[in-house]
C-alpha cells in the first residue's frame, strides 16, 4: 500500500520537480527575507532621516546664497551626485583602513570597520546631497507675496523660515521627495556587496546555499516591489492631503450644490 | 596618487570599457524606450497593458538585482533552452553584453516614460494639421513628432543619462573588468584602495562633467525658437 500522502508533501515535490521556481524552498526561508526586509527599510529610514536634517540647512544656505558655504555645499553636493552610490561605498568601507590614523582612531572599531555603519554613511552623505538640490529648488520656488506677507505681519527671519518657507517648500518638494525614497531603496540594494544581510543579501545567500539561479533573486525583487508599491502609495495618500490646494477642483457635482435649498 | 599614475594602462582601459558600456546601453535604451512608448500609447488595450507592466515593474526593482538575475538566471535559462531544442551548446553570456542588455533593457523603462511625456506634451493640434496637409504617418513623425519630442524629452533624457553613467559601475559587481573593478583589483593589489576610489570619483566626475555640457548644447539647439518663459 502506498503511503497517504499530505497535500504539503504533493506541493513540496511539485515545486522540486516540476514547478520552474522551487517556491517550497522560498517558502521554508521567508524568515531571512523578512529579516532582510527589515534591514533594508531599517538603512533607508535611516538614510533619509539623517540625510534629510543634514540636508535643511545646506539647502538655506544654497537657497540664500550664504557666501563660503554655498560654493562649498555646491561642491559637496556636485561630487556625491556626479559619482556612483557603489564607489562611494567604496571608498568608505575599503578606503579608509588605507591610513594608519584612521585604523588607530576611536571612530575605527566601532564604526568604520563595520559593514553596516559604512553603508549608512554613504548612504546618508548620498541621500543629503540629492535632498539639498530638490529642497534649494523648492525653497527658491516660494512665492514672493507669501515672504512679503510674513515680512508685513512682523515675523522675525527664523519665524519666516519656520512658518512659512519650509512649511510651503516641503509641501513643494513632497512629489521629488517620493522619487528620493524609491531611489534610495533601490540604492540601499549595494549594501548585499559589502555583506550587510538586507533583502539582495537574503536572496544571494539562498542561491549560494542551494546552488541556485533564480529563486533567491526573484524573490527580492517581489519584496522589493510590494515595497515599493506600498511606498508610491503612501506618497500619492499624502498629496492628496498636503497638496490638496493645487488640484484641479472637482466641479462634477457643483451645480447640484447651487440648486439646493 | 604616484602608485595609481602607474596603474594608468589599467584605469584607462577600465575607463574605456565603462564609456563604451555606458553608450551602448543607452542606444539600446532608446529603443527600448522607443518601444515602449509606442506600446504604452498603442490603440489595443493588451499591447498598452504590455507596456504598463514593462515599465512598472522594471522601475520598481533595484537594477542590481535585475542585472544579476538576468546575468546568473539568464545564463541558466539560456543553457536550459539549448539543452531543451537542442539548437546550441552550452554558451557563457559575455559580462560585457550581459551589462549592456541589462542596462539597456532597464533604462528603456525610464525611457518610455520620458518619450510618452514628451509625445504627449505635442500639441494634438499639430498633429492633425499634419495629417490634413496629407503627410504620411512616416513623414508626421520625422518632421512633426520627432523634433518636438526630442525638445521635451531633453530634460529628462539628460537625467536618465547621467543615473546610466553611475549605475554602469554595477557591471563591476558581475565580473565586468570595468573602471571600478580594475581600480579595486589594482587597489587591493598595493593596499591603497582610498587613492584608487579617489581617481575613480575623479573619473566618474569628468564624464558627468562633461555630458552636462555636452546635453546643455543639444537642449539650446534643439529649443532655438523656443520662448523661454
Not at chain 1, 538614510?47 to 544654497?62: T, V
Request: aromatic fraction near 14%; include cysteine; hydrophobic fraction near 50%.
Amino acid at each position: 500500500m502506498e503511503p497517504e500522502r499530505t497535500f504539503s508533501d504533493y506541493l513540496r515535490s511539485f515545486s522540486e520537480g516540476a514547478s520552474p521556481l522551487d517556491f517550497m524552498l522560498v517558502y521554508d526561508h521567508l524568515d531571512r527575507f523578512f529579516y532582510g526586509a527589515l534591514v533594508t527599510l531599517e538603512l533607508t529610514f535611516l538614510a533619509l532621516a539623517l540625510g534629510g536634517l543634514l540636508a535643511i540647512p545646506m539647502a538655506i544656505a544654497r537657497a540664500y546664497k550664504t557666501p563660503f558655504l554655498n560654493p562649498a555645499i555646491w561642491g559637496f553636493t556636485y561630487l556625491f551626485r556626479g559619482t556612483p552610490l557603489l564607489v562611494q561605498l567604496y571608498l568608505i568601507y575599503y578606503g579608509l583602513g588605507q591610513f594608519e590614523t584612521v585604523r588607530e582612531s576611536f571612530l575605527w572599531d566601532p564604526l568604520l570597520s563595520s559593514p553596516w555603519w559604512c553603508v549608512l554613511i554613504a548612504f546618508v552623505l548620498n541621500s543629503s546631497a540629492y535632498t539639498t538640490e530638490f529642497l534649494r529648488g523648492a525653497i527658491e520656488t516660494t512665492p514672493a507675496g507669501e515672504i512679503e506677507a510674513a515680512k508685513a505681519c512682523g515675523m522675525s527671519p527664523f519665524t519666516r523660515m519656520r512658518l512659512v518657507v519650509l512649511p510651503s517648500a516641503f509641501r513643494r518638494a513632497l512629489p521629488a521627495y517620493s522619487n528620493e525614497v524609491i531611489f534610495t531603496i533601490h540604492g540601499s540594494a549595494i549594501a548585499s556587496l559589502v555583506t550587510v544581510q538586507d533583502l539582495l543579501g537574503a536572496g544571494r545567500w539562498l542561491n549560494g546555499r542551494y546552488y541556485l539561479a533564480y529563486e533567491g533573486f526573484v524573490t527580492a525583487m517581489v519584496f522589493y516591489m510590494v515595497i515599493v508599491f506600498i511606498i508610491t502609495r503612501i506618497f500619492k495618500l499624502a498629496e492628496k492631503r498636503y497638496l490638496r490646494h493645487l488640484r484641479a477642483r472637482d466641479t462634477t457635482d457643483a451645480p447640484a450644490l447651487v440648486s439646493q435649498p | 596618487m604616484d602608485t595609481v599614475f602607474e596603474y594608468r594602462e589599467v584605469i584607462i582601459s577600465g575607463t574605456l570599457v565603462t564609456i563604451s558600456l555606458a553608450i551602448l546601453s543607452l542606444l539600446l535604451s532608446i529603443l527600448c524606450g522607443l518601444a515602449g512608448a509606442f506600446l504604452k500609447m498603442s490603440q489595443s488595450r493588451a499591447l498598452q497593458k504590455v507596456g504598463n507592466a514593462y515599465t512598472t515593474l522594471i522601475r520598481s526593482v533595484p537594477e542590481l538585482v535585475l542585472m544579476m538575475l538576468i546575468f546568473y538566471g539568464g545564463q541558466v535559462a539560456l543553457n536550459n533552452l539549448g539543452a531543451a531544442t537542442g539548437l546550441w551548446d552550452y554558451i557563457e553570456i559575455n559580462q560585457f553584453v550581459a551589462g549592456v542588455l541589462t542596462l539597456g533593457f532597464i533604462f528603456g523603462a525610464y525611457m518610455a516614460e520620458t518619450f510618452r511625456g514628451a509625445i504627449l506634451a505635442i500639441p494634438k493640434g499639430q498633429l492633425e494639421a499634419a495629417i490634413a496637409a496629407g503627410m504620411s504617418p512616416y513623414k508626421v513623425f520625422t518632421v512633426v513628432t520627432w523634433p518636438q519630442m526630442v525638445r521635451y524629452a531633453l530634460p529628462s533624457f539628460a537625467n536618465n543619462w547621467l543615473v546610466l553613467v553611475k549605475s554602469t559601475a554595477l557591471v563591476s559587481v558581475i565580473g565586468l573588468h570595468d573602471l571600478v573593478w580594475n581600480a579595486v583589483a589594482a587597489g587591493r593589489s598595493v593596499q591603497q584602495l582610498f587613492s584608487f576610489m579617489i581617481a575613480v570619483l575623479l573619473i566618474y566626475l569628468v564624464i558627468t562633467a562633461i555630458s552636462d555640457v555636452a546635453l546643455r548644447w543639444v537642449e539650446r539647439r534643439y529649443s532655438a525658437g523656443m520662448v523661454r518663459g
